[in-house]
């Protein structure tokens, strides 16, 4: 939806009114810095001079309150909100493609609660990732989450992209984490999920907005599940074939082994990914383990029934020390030199699938993006980076670096191949990543009359459409 001019001109002064003038901008400078995340169209779109989208006002809150207040105030207006945190998502789910207002959730900057009795933390939706843990580890403890995102991002982004981190094998993604939410509604008011993620008194309001991209409200606050600051163990492997290191990692797990992580790269990602950043010479297919607990002898039991496993699939054990390098500069990866910039064309297809159905999904980004594209220069870099018991993903980097002048024509044919392959071989489009404007054209593909479900929830809960329009196929 797009609003009108008067619409705006008797918004701004009404959230003055509310916040505060220097919770108010307008300025052209201002409102440039919400103009793109890091989805790549929209950075290409950007550096070209015509943004994606341009918010006409941003509201930076302080409460949790006033957050209410101003969707109240936007509802009256019929004025489009997109949520902003820490402006790090790659799906676009942050642009204001319809400007209207962005409301910066950085204000709501409060560590409420560190509960090291019932091993929680309670933190407002502004709080930042890397803020966040230190923390926490003052107090011994951690959040194990541990994004690649977390300098920029935000516990509120965190919740809404429905995110994961580098120790999701052993503690889950985000939402395994949550415990509870507050949430303010477009009409203004503020509700508080169930206050345990355990219980029999109906739906769970608390997973109905994870994932949800702002499009039905937005987090005010979240309590999350913490540990303790565990003992950590590395290892180094090396496979005859990914196969063989699926069936590894496929059988440890299911045996109960929980390493925290493990990240195995297909033979073009070990050279072109993880050489260059730990700084050492590897070839094949190569996967990162590391082992954590508060028992060192458990830890250590685990370390070693993993790696025999491994063995017997034909593994080799290279120097720990790689992995523990890894672990070191595990955020190197998202950094130049490593990460690239314009005029290079750049995404990461994120999938997950089955253990019955990771290969074929494996072969079919293949030969939909890596063969079809290898004209244009495509490189495409894989590995499988968060496990559970019935299966893993993919994470497909894809890299040219050189678009041309039809580099977005480009971009989106790579994205509609790629999905389109993984759909018909089985797996699920996406991860970790959320969906947002880039993987909100195949949402029907995906969920089918599922859909439709979600647009009834939507209607209810935003009957002006006012919530992040555009995204998630809403």
Request: aromatic share 6%; proline share 6%; charged share 20%.
């Amino acid at each position: 939806m797009k609003s009108s001019v008067t619409q705006l001109a008797e918004l701004a002064p009404a959230l003055a009114a509310l916040l505060g003038e220097d919770a108010v901008h307008t300025e052209d400078a201002q409102l440039d810095a919400y103009t793109a995340d890091t989805y790549w169209p929209a950075i290409h779109a950007r550096a070209a001079g015509v943004p994606l989208g341009r918010p006409d006002v941003v509201a930076v809150p302080r409460r949790e309150e006033d957050v209410a207040a101003v969707l109240r105030l936007a509802s009256e207006h019929e004025v489009p909100v997109v949520a902003w945190g820490g402006g790090s998502g790659t799906q676009g789910g942050a642009v204001p493609t319809g400007g209207g207002l962005v409301v910066d959730l950085r204000g709501l900057d409060t560590i409420i609660e560190i509960d090291d009795v019932s091993m929680t933390v309670t933190a407002q939706a502004g709080v930042n990732g890397d803020i966040l843990e230190r923390a926490l580890n003052e107090r011994g403890l951690m959040l194990p989450h541990y994004p690649a995102s977390s300098q920029w991002a935000t516990v509120g982004g965190y919740v809404s992209a429905r995110g994961s981190g580098v120790l999701s094998t052993r503690y889950g993604k985000i939402e395994d984490l949550i415990v509870g939410l507050r949430v303010a509604l477009p009409n203004g008011q503020l509700i508080d999920s169930v206050g345990v993620p355990r219980h029999a008194v109906g739906p769970d309001f608390t997973q109905l907005f994870v994932g949800a991209e702002g499009t039905l409200g937005i987090v005010t606050r979240a309590k999350l599940e913490v540990v303790p600051l565990p003992e950590r163990s590395f290892a180094a492997l090396h496979f005859p074939s990914v196969a063989a290191g699926v069936d590894a990692f496929r059988t440890a797990l299911a045996r109960g082994n929980r390493p925290s992580v493990i990240r195995m790269y297909d033979e073009e990602a070990t050279v072109r990914t993880l050489s260059p950043v730990v700084g050492e010479p590897l070839d094949g297919v190569c996967a990162i383990v590391v082992f954590e607990g508060g028992e060192p002898a458990v830890v250590a039991a685990e370390r070693t029934a993993t790696i025999e496993l491994a063995r017997l699939e034909g593994a080799r054990e290279l120097d720990p020390a790689l992995a523990e390098t890894w672990w070191n500069r595990r955020y190197d990866f998202y950094k130049p030199p490593h990460h690239p910039e314009l005029p290079a064309i750049w995404g990461t297809i994120d999938v997950v699938a089955s253990y019955r159905d990771i290969h074929a999904v494996h072969q079919a980004l293949k030969t939909a993006v890596r063969d079809r594209y290898a004209p244009q220069g495509l490189q495409l870099r894989m590995h499988f980076s968060h496990w559970y018991r019935w299966g893993t993903m993919i994470y497909a980097r894809f890299l040219i670096p050189d678009g041309g002048p039809d580099a977005l024509a480009l971009h989106d044919r790579i994205w509609n191949d790629g999905v389109t392959a993984v759909l018909a071989a089985g797996g699920v489009m996406n991860d970790h990543h959320g969906v947002g404007l880039k993987l909100a054209p195949f949402m029907h593909a995906q969920h089918g009359a599922g859909l439709e479900a979600l647009r009834s929830i939507k209607s209810a809960l935003d009957p002006l459409g006012i919530m992040n329009p555009g995204k998630l196929g809403l």
